[in-house]
C-alpha cells in the first residue's frame, strides 16, 4: 500500500516538474511583454504588490507570530512574578558621600536568566529595578521596586552601606493613586541624553561630593534642585520619578554600517577614533597630542565611563494631582530640576540630560482630535510607571546607557545639605 501511493507521489511529481517550466514562460510573457504595454504605472504596481503578496504574506505573519509571542509570554512570566516596593527611611544625619549609594548599585547589575534563548521563549528576562524618588503632598520619601526573590540582597547592601538607614517593605504607594480620568489629571516626561551616550553627564566625582572631608555646608549636590521641587507640592498633588535599570545590552541611538545597535565600549571606540582622525600626524595616525584641551578631556571622560557598570537606564517623571488642585505652572519643574546634571545647557560640555515629552504639546488641532490621543497617551504613560516596565513591548522606551557613578548621582541618599522643610 506504502508503495503504491509512493510510485503515485513520485509520478505526480514529475509530471508538475514538467509543466514547470511552460508556466513560468506564460508567467513571464504577462510580466515581460502583456502588462507594460495594456497596464498604466499604476496598474502594474498593484499587479506586482498582488502578484508578490502570496510569497511575502507568510513570512510577515511569520514575524508578526514571533513578536506576539514573546510579548504574551514576557508579560505572563512578568505577572507571575512577585514584586515589592521597599522603603529607604532616611535619619536625621547621613555622612555617606554618594559613593556609598554607587557601592549599592553595582550590586543591581544582573544579567542572568536569559543564558540561552530557550529562555527567551518561555518569556525570561533580565532582571531590572527601579529606584524612584515620590513626593506626596509635599513629603518626600525614597523607594526601591525590585523582584520579591532580591529583596534581602537589597536590604542587605543598603545596610552595609548607610548603617543609619531602615529599609521597610511597604505597599505599593501608586494604588493609592489609581487612575480615574475624572477625578485626577496627570502630566510626564521621559528623559534622553543631549550627546551620543559615551559622553558621560556630570557626576558626584566632578562635583567633588566624593571627598570626605569636605564639610556639609560647603558641599553642593545636585540632586537638591530635584529635592526642593518635589517638598513644593500641596495638598491632593503627587510628583514621582523612577529610575529603571538594568544590565547593559546595546545603546538603542547608536547603528553601526549594518544598521545594527552597538554596545557602548563599540560605540565609545568609533567616537574616540572619530575625534582622532581630525588630528593626523605624518603617517596618517591620530596625533592626540594635537588635540585642544577641550577633545582631550572628551576622551578622557568616555574612557573613564566604561571602567565602571554599565546599565540600561529608563528615567520617567510624573506629576498627577486631583483636578481641582492640577497645577500646571509645575510642568517646567522636572526639566529644570535635571538641569543640575548637565555639564552645560544644551549640548555645551561633555553631556546632560533633556525631556521627551511623551504626553504633547500638539500644537495642531487635528493631531489630536477631541483628547483622544491625550487621553491614550496620558493611560498608557500611568500604567508603564505603575508596572515600571521600560525594555520590553507594550510600555518599552528608549532607554540610555549610563555607568554607577551616573545613576548614583541621580539617585543617593542625601545628608543635611538636602534637608528640606518636610
Given at each position: 500500500m506504502v508503495g503504491k501511493f509512493y510510485k503515485s507521489f513520485r509520478e505526480n511529481i514529475k509530471q508538475y516538474a514538467l509543466e514547470v517550466p511552460y508556466v513560468t514562460l506564460v508567467l513571464a510573457y504577462f510580466l515581460i511583454v502583456w502588462i507594460p504595454t495594456h497596464l498604466?504605472?499604476?496598474?502594474?504596481?498593484?499587479?506586482?504588490?498582488?502578484?508578490?503578496?502570496?510569497?511575502?504574506?507568510?513570512?510577515?505573519?511569520?514575524?508578526?507570530?514571533?513578536?506576539?509571542?514573546?510579548?504574551?509570554?514576557?508579560?505572563?512570566?512578568?505577572?507571575?512574578?512577585?514584586?515589592?516596593?521597599?522603603?529607604?527611611?532616611?535619619?536625621?544625619?547621613?555622612?555617606?558621600?554618594?559613593?556609598?549609594?554607587?557601592?549599592?548599585?553595582?550590586?543591581?547589575?544582573?544579567?542572568?536568566?536569559?543564558?540561552?534563548?530557550?529562555?527567551?521563549?518561555?518569556?525570561?528576562?533580565?532582571?531590572?529595578?527601579?529606584?524612584?524618588?515620590?513626593?506626596?503632598?509635599?513629603?518626600?520619601?525614597?523607594?526601591?521596586?525590585?523582584?520579591?526573590?532580591?529583596?534581602?540582597?537589597?536590604?542587605?547592601?543598603?545596610?552595609?552601606?548607610y548603617p543609619t538607614l531602615q529599609v521597610v517593605e511597604v505597599p505599593d504607594y501608586t494604588l493609592k493613586v489609581p487612575w480615574n480620568p475624572d477625578e485626577y489629571d496627570m502630566w510626564g516626561i521621559e528623559q534622553a541624553l543631549q550627546k551620543p551616550d559615551p559622553y558621560p553627564i556630570s557626576t558626584y566625582v566632578g562635583q567633588g561630593l566624593d571627598k570626605p572631608d569636605m564639610k556639609e555646608e560647603f558641599k553642593h549636590d545636585p540632586l537638591v534642585s530635584l529635592l526642593e521641587f518635589f517638598g513644593t507640592m500641596g495638598p491632593g498633588e503627587h510628583a514621582w520619578s523612577q529610575i529603571i535599570l538594568r544590565g547593559h545590552t546595546k545603546c538603542v541611538y547608536s547603528e553601526d554600517e549594518y544598521h545594527e545597535h552597538l554596545r557602548l565600549d563599540d560605540w565609545a571606540e568609533k567616537i574616540v577614533?572619530?575625534?582622532?582622525?581630525?588630528?593626523?600626524?605624518?603617517?596618517?595616525?591620530?596625533?592626540?597630542?594635537?588635540?585642544?584641551?577641550?577633545?582631550?578631556?572628551?576622551?578622557?571622560?568616555?574612557?573613564?565611563?566604561?571602567?565602571?557598570?554599565?546599565?540600561?537606564?529608563?528615567?520617567?517623571?510624573?506629576?498627577?494631582?486631583?483636578?481641582?488642585?492640577?497645577?500646571?505652572?509645575?510642568?517646567?519643574?522636572f526639566p529644570t530640576a535635571f538641569r543640575s546634571f548637565e555639564h552645560g545647557s544644551k549640548g555645551i560640555g561633555l553631556n546632560g540630560l533633556k525631556p521627551i515629552f511623551s504626553i504633547g504639546p500638539f500644537n495642531v488641532r487635528w493631531h489630536d482630535f477631541m483628547g483622544i490621543r491625550r487621553a491614550l497617551l496620558k493611560k498608557r504613560f500611568y500604567n508603564g510607571y505603575v508596572t515600571r516596565q521600560y525594555f520590553y513591548t507594550p510600555h518599552k522606551g528608549f532607554h540610555l546607557a549610563l555607568n554607577s557613578e551616573e545613576i548614583a548621582t541621580l539617585y543617593h541618599f542625601p545628608g543635611k545639605v538636602a534637608h528640606t522643610p518636610t
Open positions: 498604466s504605472e499604476w496598474q502594474m504596481v498593484w499587479v506586482f504588490v498582488v502578484a508578490f503578496l502570496p510569497f511575502v504574506l507568510p513570512v510577515m505573519c511569520a514575524v508578526l507570530a514571533v513578536q506576539m509571542w514573546f510579548e504574551y509570554v514576557r508579560q505572563k512570566q512578568y505577572w507571575k512574578t512577585e514584586h515589592v516596593v521597599l522603603e529607604i527611611k532616611l535619619s536625621e544625619e547621613i555622612t555617606q558621600s554618594p559613593y556609598a549609594a554607587e557601592l549599592l548599585l553595582r550590586t543591581l547589575y544582573d544579567t542572568g536568566e536569559v543564558d540561552t534563548p530557550a529562555h527567551e521563549w518561555v518569556g525570561n528576562t533580565s532582571p531590572w529595578f527601579s529606584c524612584e524618588i515620590v513626593s506626596t503632598e509635599g513629603v518626600v520619601r525614597f523607594y526601591m521596586w525590585t523582584r520579591a526573590k532580591f529583596k534581602e540582597r537589597i536590604k542587605a547592601q543598603v545596610y552595609a552601606h577614533d572619530s575625534l582622532g582622525a581630525k588630528f593626523l600626524d605624518k603617517e596618517g595616525l591620530p596625533n592626540y597630542s594635537r588635540m585642544p584641551e577641550g577633545s582631550k578631556e572628551a576622551v578622557k571622560a568616555i574612557q573613564n565611563k566604561l571602567n565602571k557598570q554599565i546599565f540600561d537606564v529608563g528615567i520617567r517623571s510624573m506629576y498627577i494631582a486631583k483636578k481641582a488642585n492640577f497645577n500646571r505652572t509645575r510642568f517646567s519643574g
